[in-house]
């Protein structure tokens, strides 16, 4: 009986392998030829840490994977947050984390190569930050000397999603 598992790597032919039996004083020998026939294999995947981001802040992260057998690799989410893209050949996350953005997110990424799909996510702890509040509009204002200024402006708190005050200096 002969076992063998071939790894991964094994792919090829293997001529004149030959096996012995013997009952203690005859010898006899068979040889005959294996064939390793090539496996696709899944995408290879750099392991991701859990990153720590803060509100407002620019993500850029580029999730790293390669293919064994140079399958192309496409990268896909149906759960990217709000404002956030995966460009699908370079697996290039980009994201500007707003501020309605919970603790902890989770980002489910899909990693395809050939026939074979890996299932990966990214995490990130969405730390609170104090949004600089700004303005609405911004009119352009002509005025006479001598006329009066009414203006009404509304100001934008993103970390509440409501208004602010204005004030005239």
Do not use: C
């Not at 496996?39 to 392991?47: E, H, I, R």
């Not at 890996?118 to 006479?144: C, D, H, I, M, W």
């Amino acid at each position: 009986r002969l076992l063998w598992s071939p790894r991964v790597d094994a792919a090829g032919h293997y001529r004149d392998v030959t096996v012995y039996a013997s009952d203690g004083s005859l010898t006899t020998e068979h040889s005959f030829s294996i064939n390793v026939m090539d496996v696709n294999q899944a995408p290879v995947v750099t392991p991701m840490d859990s990153l720590t981001v803060r509100q407002g802040d620019l993500v850029l992260y580029r999730i790293q994977a390669s293919d064994p057998d140079n399958d192309v690799i496409s990268y896909t989410s149906d759960a990217l947050p709000t404002g956030a893209s995966l460009d699908h050949r370079t697996g290039l996350f980009q994201w500007r984390v707003g501020y309605a953005e919970t603790t902890e997110l989770v980002v489910p990424v899909q990693i395809e190569a050939g026939p074979h799909t890996r299932n990966v996510s990214l995490t990130f702890e969405v730390l609170n930050a104090n949004g600089v509040p700004y303005f609405e509009n911004r009119p352009v204002l002509q005025l006479k000397q001598g006329q009066s200024l009414d203006l009404l402006m509304g100001a934008i708190d993103p970390d509440h999603n409501g208004h602010g005050s204005a004030s005239l200096r």
